[in-house]
């Protein structure tokens, strides 16, 4: 084990989290809570694997640009001119200005505000106005435009969903999203259509308890009483290798218009992929950011199968808002409580996790303690 791990965490507790039993135990309080944890799985995790970063469908034209972060760094994603989305470390060659930061289209090149050094949609360094000299071309002897191009990251695009790799370790895309396709049981995904984004800002809790809260069914039936109608009973949980989660069949019918009703599969990808599936033709996808210990950035994507109308899009938009608002308000107070909680000396033990509701819970807590051994 990492000696930075038992530092943070304390020898002890990784123990008894790693003695596992009928009953195990779950996380330390330290791993929601620490920056040195988080540092950690900034570096060991986020830079490392394969992380949603952001949706193709807001880079549309060439040009398109957005910042994102990833482990903690600054990134860009940009549509270039051959509308392949490239991605670049944002820090400008020159002085290590943040290039981007709001989304917006930058035309044909992305221009330095400080000092004007200039960058094709490809990364190339164009332009360097006076930096050597009085006159606008002039460049210092030796100096070469050619290796000052914007740094790029490893970026790949599946459907709408945009992954980056830091380390460009990670193996193929397909290969990482392989263990979700097998489970949407032949759902086409090229015919998902963008209905509405939700930006729900900063939510006071760990990304962890995010992906946790997604992936057990345990508290669905307490929680979200006013809002879905998926019976406990009638759930089971996904621990697939590669891919966790839970799904539920309903087998009851519904009793009002405004619930979740569906049979539904809730998957993720290590570290932040979070996708949910409404059967027959409802796909959301969340984006999670961390941005300390205590706080992350959640964005929800919905998309519909197949084609409609903008009469049918518009007013399903508003629906499906209305209700994934009043969802993710329950989940969010949920996990605000999760996070308060702990700072507490008996979360040092972890809490216990049920062997039946929350294996998908444990399996990801335990992939978080190997990332970062």
Known sequence: MSESLQSILGAETLAAFEAGGPV???????????EAFLALENERIFADSWVFAGFAHELSRPGDITPVTVAGRPLLLVRD???????????????????????????????????SWTY???GVLHVTPY??????????????????????????????WIFVNLSGSAPPLDEFVAPLRNR??????????????????????????????????????????????????????????????????VSGEATREDTLAADSRYLTLFPNFVF????????????????????TVQRRAIYRLGPESRLESDARAEE????????????HAMLERLQQGRVSEVAAGGGVLSPVWEEAVRSFQERVVSALS
């Open 131 to 160: 930096f050597g000299g009085r006159e606008p071309r002039a460049v210092p002897p030796g100096f070469d435009r050619g290796r000052h191009g914007l740094v790029p990251v490893r970026s790949e695009t599946w459907h709408d």
């Open 81 to 115: 001119p051959e509308l392949r989305v490239r991605a670049f470390h944002n820090v400008c060659r020159h002085r290590n200005l943040k290039l981007v930061d709001t989304p917006g289209n930058v035309g044909r090149a992305i221009r330095c505000p400080y000092h």
């Open 320 to 331: 499906l808002t209305k209700l994934w608002r009043g969802v993710h308000a329950e989940d």
């Open 276 to 295: 949910g599936l409404y059967l027959p033709d409802e796909i959301g996808v969340q984006l999670n950011v961390p941005l300390a210990p205590d706080r």
């Open 184 to 249: 949407l049981e032949g759902v086409d995904l090229s015919r998902a259509r963008h209905v509405v984004t939700i930006d729900f800002g900063e939510v006071a809790a760990n990304w962890k308890l995010i992906v946790e809260n997604f992936i057990e069914p345990y508290h669905v039936q307490f929680v979200h009483a006013t809002t879905t109608e998926q019976p406990l009973i009638d759930h089971y949980t996904v621990s697939d290798r590669g891919c966790l989660g839970c799904a539920v069949d």
């Open 24 to 34: 195990a135990s779950g996380l330390p309080g330290a791993a929601y809570t620490s």
């Open 120 to 122: 094709g949609l490809d």
